[in-house]
């Protein structure tokens, strides 16, 4: 089955760090991954998708993952974070059960101080 | 353009009542989805439905019913509530497979007590 594994339920930088978000894969196949955003109270929102076209695909509000098919992984990154970036995080991976539903992470809280 | 919307925003129920959460979709999208959220597990998939009149477990459908007799909407009925239930839901909506992105309503906030 495929899934994903998020390394660190929490993250905390300051405000212009770099943000990183670790994502790993597990798929016999070529997968499609994603990254969503979800604040405080609300629904989640696509950042960005990973459909084999590139290797690094670049989302909304300046986030970007790389898909490296070596080490499995799906990083979520953004050069410098902002206040407003800070809330959970989840990957996700499009299985071929269930209708390529989304299987998701477990999650990553993302906190930035000032 | 709506998106997906869920109603009620939070309920609250006493253990062995039923309910209805509604989600409705004003995108023509033939896949529909209901997942659960609860703290430090992610989103759990409860059924999904690839179109109207089709209907299929997914990871975690026991106390949970569904049916989709529009495109439009995809309720989920909570036949006899339990503690367990309390639960973040959340509907969600496919467009086409070509594209597969899910759109998520808001979420339905509901404890069982």
């Known amino acids: 089955a495929q899934s994903v594994t998020q390394l660190g339920s929490h993250v905390s930088v300051s405000e212009g760090a770099l943000v990183l978000l670790r994502c790993n894969y597990s798929?016999?196949?070529?997968?499609?991954l994603f990254w969503y955003v979800q604040y405080p109270n609300q629904g989640l929102q696509l950042l960005l998708k990973y459909t084999s076209a590139a290797t690094l695909v670049k989302g909304i509000n300046g986030f970007e993952a790389e898909f490296k098919k070596s080490e499995t992984s799906f990083h979520l990154t953004k050069p410098s974070a902002h206040m407003s970036d800070a809330a959970e995080y989840f990957c996700a991976v499009s299985a071929r059960q269930s209708g390529y539903a989304l299987n998701f992470g477990k999650g990553t809280s993302l906190l930035v101080t000032p | 353009n709506a998106g997906v919307t869920q109603t009620p925003k939070f309920q609250v129920l006493k253990t062995g009542q039923s309910m209805t959460l509604q989600c409705a979709q004003d995108m023509n999208h033939e896949y529909m989805s209901w997942y659960r959220q609860d703290p430090g597990m992610g989103l759990r998939l409860i059924h999904y439905s690839v179109g109207a009149g089709i209907t299929d477990q997914g990871e975690v459908p026991n106390g949970y019913n569904v049916s989709r007799s529009t495109t439009e909407d995809f309720p989920l009925r909570l036949l006899s509530a339990a503690p367990s239930q309390t639960s973040v839901y959340f509907c969600?909506?496919?467009?086409?497979?070509?594209?597969?992105?899910?759109?998520f309503g808001a979420g339905t906030r509901l404890s069982v007590l």
């Open positions: 969600a909506s496919r467009d086409s497979l070509a594209k597969n992105i899910q759109y």
């Open positions: 798929s016999s196949v070529p997968p499609y």
